[in-house]
């Protein structure tokens, strides 16, 4: 069975103090994985999308990389506007519907 | 454009009561979804819809129905309803299933409450 874990499940930092969010993943084949920002009473909203080991992507403080078993969300000198909760989502490409499977999540306190 | 709309934005139930959940969008996708998010539990797929015509059950369908009514329209209906359905409700839709194409773009989400 496909299985996707984030981890921490929170994580509190000050204003500037790097960190990392990961997802590790078991799936056969992977098609893609997805990162995706909520913040409370809104909906997921999408970031980016890493298809093979070595893949990085950057969106202003947020670096996604990816290797075969896990992705990481590198987060630079966050700004309390970082605070959200991050989603983590896997599609399989082999004997699936390519649905795609989400973790958890990290909520992300960023303190000023 | 408006993206993926959801209404209601909140409805309380009492128990056996029917509702439907009604998502639309407007971004020509084919593919459209109904996840519920529960704390501690992330979110769980209903069911989903990869073209107009078609719905697939998800991880959690007992208790709901889909009709894909258009290209546009997706809705959830809760033929009978039970305190176990209190949820948060997303619709979501892609344009296609597979690598990039299956980039989920999100409603604003219902919040539902069974008493």
């Known amino acids: 069975e496909d299985q996707v874990t984030q981890s921490p499940e929170a994580l509190r930092l000050q204003e500037g103090e790097s960190s990392s969010l990961n997802c590790s993943y078991t799936?056969?084949?992977?098609?893609?994985l997805f990162w995706y920002r909520q913040d409370p009473g809104k909906g997921p909203e999408f970031l980016f999308t890493?298809?093979?080991a070595g893949e990085e992507k950057e969106k202003e403080r947020l670096k996604a990389t990816l290797t075969k078993k896990e992705s990481f969300l590198h987060i630079t000198a966050p700004k309390p506007e970082d605070s959200a909760t991050y989603l983590c989502?896997?599609?399989?490409?082999?004997?699936?519907?390519?649905?795609?499977?989400f973790g958890r999540g990290t909520s992300l306190i960023v303190h000023p | 454009n408006a993206g993926v709309t959801q209404t209601p934005k909140f409805q309380v139930l009492k128990t056996g009561q029917s509702m439907t959940l009604q998502c639309a969008q407007d971004m020509n996708h084919n593919s459209m979804y109904w996840y519920r998010q529960d704390p501690g539990m992330g979110l769980r797929l209903i069911y989903y819809?990869?073209?107009?015509?078609?719905?697939d059950k998800g991880e959690v369908p007992n208790g709901y129905n889909v009709s894909r009514l258009n290209k546009r329209e997706f809705s959830l209906r809760l033929e009978s309803a039970a305190p176990s359905q209190t949820s948060v409700y997303f619709c979501?839709?892609?344009?296609?299933?597979?690598?990039?194409?299956?980039?989920?773009?999100f409603g604003p989400g219902t919040r539902l409450t069974v008493l």
């Open positions: 819809s990869a073209s107009e015509g078609t719905t």
């Open positions: 989502a896997v599609q399989a490409g082999t004997g699936g519907s390519y649905i795609p499977t």
């Open positions: 979501a839709s892609s344009e296609g299933l597979a690598g990039e194409r299956g980039t989920q773009y």
């Open positions: 799936v056969s084949g992977l098609r893609g």
């Open positions: 890493l298809y093979s």
